[in-house]
């Protein structure tokens, strides 16, 4: 690292058990040099809130509160959410609210509602949003266009028509910009009165992150556009930033991160596999960058385990049916720093660094001087890498509260505890750190570990059925995970009540991959049961119902068209096709053939037992067939880019 640091170091013959203990003295000076704490917070994309929304109450609420509420959980102080566009973002396809140019809906999905829960209970939350794709309408495919200019607009101006100031919006998730691109949003925004701040450009490591700077610092128009860098996955390159990042006066964030490696694997949130390593990242992402916010995606699992990246999330809710979730370990990790320093703390550098032996980081904040009162300051410190006690001396300096330090540890076997309460004496605070934790030592006050008790878990229920009476016009039915298009309730042609249509005609330019539209429920566990549907298909159209999904991970294979599953594939000219589909080969056809489809509306279904697959149309058999290439999952349907209507879903013995 090229900046010194003003720690006092040694190791000393402190004997704790077998090993002797390391020493380290920290001063906190409030003269240090040091950037402006801007938040810890969170990336609601990729439909990842998606089963959220589902929850009944209480349940709903608790777990928003674990998120959101100051000083009961996470606290998060960023929310940014993603601009959807009917296309499949890694667990699913969010809602488009301008499906053509006169069309502005902002109420579809779940991600407003998202952002009026979180300012709910943070009114001073920052909002951020960010596209990952964008209708086919928009730049006739081509993304980086006036009209998608024009689209984000659209969407901070229909957050403001409902009380929600977004403060900062970006380009193109992980996709290389287009400066001229990020120049022209910044004209289209001044020009609707906007003033929503430019983060640019979200880029991963591999695609050339931090060059962004060189780039605002050769263009001044790109320089007054951009307020914020951001870049995904810092810890993914070895080493410290370039020197450039660290001391530029523009603010840096990683505003995509995550205990693991952008791509995974996912495993877990508990302390083993979760909990540590985003101790360690949250600290290193100042002490290595000089980041003064990191966003993790995504803060709630709340999309089914088979989808891409399972376990994402701060904590794990995908069960509404049941109520369950689990407030894991990094929902604390992070309640580490966002219960003890607000936005606007300073860190002080000098009071920044490693451990000795790379045991483990800390990093200092104090809060804004205020004349001559004394500032209260918090030290958030790991030991995760640790192997025997580290005994700690922090030097109190001038300006700073001499009241009482509180400690409040988190491990394997304590979670958000206050452990110790220590008075300062001559300005110093001493205490022996155990291995494998995370602490903080603060003289703040009013922090809490928000309790409930959630039901306990249980299966999808079985048999299950929807005839989607019951689901808001224009809405999707619970439980329903679109993967692609948008499958939501209307007026059923030919038949009175309500159904569900697949609304998106035109495909969407794609952030990765584009399977034709599907949507899925379930468990993966089902192995022998019967799922059927009704379905009216336009000229032209196809209708799809799938069963045996054993993976939906559509990142598997960019070009895939269908979940790893069974498909039943009815043409609206009577051609059928029973496939077998997994990612990276070929859809095997396990039979096909004809039938006198007529007008009007028909069943599908597919049977399963043991190896035996059936195939029906409207009650009668298409086909037998014997396979094991699949032997247990989920439901679900789906249709190409037409208006297929469904009806009357059914998962039964």
């Known amino acids: 690292m090229h900046r010194s640091l003003f720690v006092v170091t040694a190791v000393a013959g402190l004997l704790s058990g077998m090993h002797c203990a390391a020493q380290t003295t920290i001063h906190l000076d409030v003269t240090s040099p040091g950037k402006v704490f801007e938040g810890l917070g969170a990336v609601s994309a990729g439909a990842s809130s998606r089963l959220l929304i589902d929850y009944s109450e209480p349940q709903r609420s608790e ?21 959807g566009s009917d296309v499949n973002s890694t667990d699913g396809s969010e809602p488009s609210h301008m499906r053509s140019t006169n069309d502005h809906d902002y109420s579809r999905g779940y991600e407003w509602w998202l952002m009026k829960e979180a300012r709910k209970r943070n009114p001073a939350i920052v909002l951020d949003t960010l596209a990952w794709g964008a209708p086919g309408w928009v730049g006739h495919g081509k993304f980086f266009s006036k009209d998608m200019a024009e689209y984000v607009a659209d969407f901070l101006e229909g957050a403001q028509k409902q009380g929600l100031n977004i403060e900062y919006t970006g380009a193109w998730n992980e996709r290389r910009p287009d400066y001229e691109w990020v120049k022209l949003l910044r004209t289209v925004l001044d020009q609707h009165g906007l003033k929503t701040k430019i983060v640019c450009c979200d880029m991963t490591p591999n695609s050339g992150m931090y060059t962004v700077l060189d780039k605002v610092n050769a263009d001044p128009a790109l320089d007054k556009a951009i307020d914020v860098i951001g870049v995904h996955y810092p810890a993914e390159v070895p080493g410290v930033a370039p020197a450039a990042i660290q001391d530029t006066q523009r603010r840096v964030w990683s505003s995509e991160d995550q ?27 100042y002490i290595k960058g000089r980041f003064t916010k990191t966003e993790i995606w995504s803060p709630i699992t709340s999309y089914y385990d088979l989808l891409a990246a399972p376990n994402s999330g701060l904590m794990y809710a995908n069960t509404p049916w049941s109520g369950n979730y689990d407030v894991q370990s990094t929902i604390w990790v992070t309640a580490h720093t966002t219960q003890f320093v607000d936005p606007g703390w300073k860190y002080m550098d000098t009071a920044t660094g490693y451990l000795p032996d790379d045991s483990g980081t800390y990093v200092a904040m104090h809060a804004p001087l205020s004349g001559n009162k004394p500032a209260d300051w918090s030290v958030v410190l790991e030991t995760t890498s640790a192997n025997r006690i580290q005994h700690v001396t922090l030097q109190v300096g001038r300006g700073l509260s001499n009241e009482t330090a509180f400690v409040w540890q988190t491990n394997t076997t304590k979670t958000f505890e206050q452990t110790a309460a220590i008075p300062v004496k001559d300005g110093r605070v001493t205490y022996d750190f155990e291995p494998g934790s995370i602490y903080t030592i603060t003289t703040t006050t009013g922090q809490t570990r928000g309790t409930s008790r ?13 005839d989607f009476e019951a689901v808001e016009i224009g809405r999707t039915a619970k ?7 948008a499958f939501e309730a209307t007026a059923c042609d030919g038949r009175a009540g309500r159904c569900l249509q697949q609304k998106i005609t035109e495909k969407p330019t794609p952030w990765s991959p584009r399977p034709d539209p599907f949507t899925i429920a379930g468990d993966i566990k089902w192995s022998d049961y019967k799922i059927g549907i009704d379905v009216m298909l336009p000229k032209d159209g196809v209708a799809t119902v799938l069963g045996r999904i054993d993976s939906a991970d559509v990142f598997q294979d960019h070009n895939a068209m269908y979940p790893s599953a069974y498909v039943l594939k009815m043409e609206a000219n009577g051609t059928w096709s029973l496939l077998s589909t997994r990612f990276k080969n070929a859809p095997t056809a396990l039979a096909q053939g004809h039938v006198d489809i007529g007008q009007g509306w028909h069943r599908i279904e597919l049977q399963f037992q043991a190896a035996s697959i059936t195939a029906l149309f409207d009650g009668k058999q298409l086909a037998v067939v014997q396979d094991t290439a699949h032997s247990s999952g989920m439901g679900g349907f789906g249709s190409d880019w037409s208006r297929v209507q469904f009806d009357n879903l059914r998962i039964s013995k």
């Open 479 to 485: 439980y329903l995970s679109d993967q692609d298009g």
């Open 259 to 285: 205990p693991n490696p952008g791509s995974g694997p996912f495993i877990a949130r508990d302390w083993a596999h979760g909990g540590r390593i985003l101790a360690r990242r949250y600290n290193e992402n």
């Open 454 to 466: 959630p039901p306990a878990p249980a299966a999808f229920p079985f048999p299950y059925s929807d």
């Open 63 to 83: 777990i928003l509160d674990f998120l959101f509420k100051p000083k009961f959980g996470a606290s998060l102080q960023h929310l940014k959410v993603e601009i």
